[in-house]
């Protein structure tokens, strides 16, 4: 079970959503864009937001397991060329369809993603080398106020955050079952075998317009990144941001979903 939405009207555009977030994260840039006429597909990763969480250990909900779920979504939307815009690991997913099937894609956005080894941040390599087990088993309290450091670490404007969105971010990953499936389906996976296994097809991704934008201030997955992708896939575009964070479209949907517009519809 996929929690889904389809919005607007004209060209085809799909939101892929990071960790540990779900398709809130585009509630004000896919508002804007369905009222700039776009059609906006959105769907919570498996195992994320109010999609299935899967019992089974053995489901995958990896980077690469989660293309095949974009795979199916288009299939369920009728989908075969779409502009693909996306945030944090969902930048992986969109790397790995895209060097496989750069045909399908009308453009590519990518922000804030992660790319070659540039995931798990240091924090969080050091806490699954030390093992998850006292993370796991945290009482709510704890482990609420823990993700809530972090997540504020994401963003820029953090009093705005606080007021608006912040308390849902922690609901999809709190209480018995959202505690559990956060590690199960999702820092379980923070592997960089996702992407180092096609950095060298990256390249592949100049057939298609591809631009990248990053917050200026993006302590999880750094700038220095945002320069070391673009050089590796020809002719992207990339937009720094100031006063803007990992959590880019939390921080400024108005710019980014501007940014979006332009660069799909000067194509």
């Known amino acids: 079970r996929i929690a889904a939405g389809v ?10 959503h990071g960790t540990p977030s779900s398709s809130l994260i585009w509630r004000e840039v896919g508002r804007r864009l369905a009222e700039a006429g776009l059609k906006i597909h959105v769907f919570d990763l498996l195992g994320f937001g109010l999609s299935e969480r899967p019992h089974d250990p053995q489901v995958d909900t990896s980077i690469s397991g989660q293309v095949a779920i974009l795979q199916e979504m288009l299939r369920h939307w009728g989908l075969e060329r779409f502009h693909l815009v996306a945030h944090d690991i969902g930048g992986g997913v969109a790397q790995r369809f895209g060097v496989f099937h750069p045909d399908r894609l009308k453009s590519l956005t990518m922000i ?5 080894d540039s995931y798990p941040s240091e924090r969080t390599r050091r806490q ?9 088993k945290a009482p709510d ?13 994401a963003v820029h404007h953090k009093q705005r955050f606080e007021d608006g969105s912040l308390e849902t971010y922690l609901d999809y990953i709190s209480g018995p079952i959202g505690q559990a499936s956060l590690f199960q389906h999702q820092v379980r996976h923070y592997d960089p075998f996702h992407t180092l296994e096609i950095a060298d097809k990256l390249s592949d991704l100049g057939r298609v317009p591809v631009q990248l934008i990053w917050g200026a201030e993006d302590a999880w997955q750094v700038p220095d990144w945002a320069q070391k992708l673009q ?7 990339l937009t720094i941001l100031d006063d803007c964070g990992h959590f880019a479209p939390e921080d400024q949907p108005e710019w980014i979903a501007e940014l979006i517009r332009q660069f799909i519809q000067s194509g």
């Open 7 to 16: 919005h607007g009207h004209g060209e085809p555009v799909v939101l892929l």
């Open 112 to 116: 804030d993603v992660v790319s070659f």
């Open 128 to 136: 699954m080398e030390q093992g998850l087990e006292a993370l796991i």
């Open 141 to 153: 309290a704890d482990h609420r106020s823990h993700f809530r450091d972090w997540l504020l670490s």
């Open 231 to 237: 050089a590796a896939i020809p002719g992207a575009k």
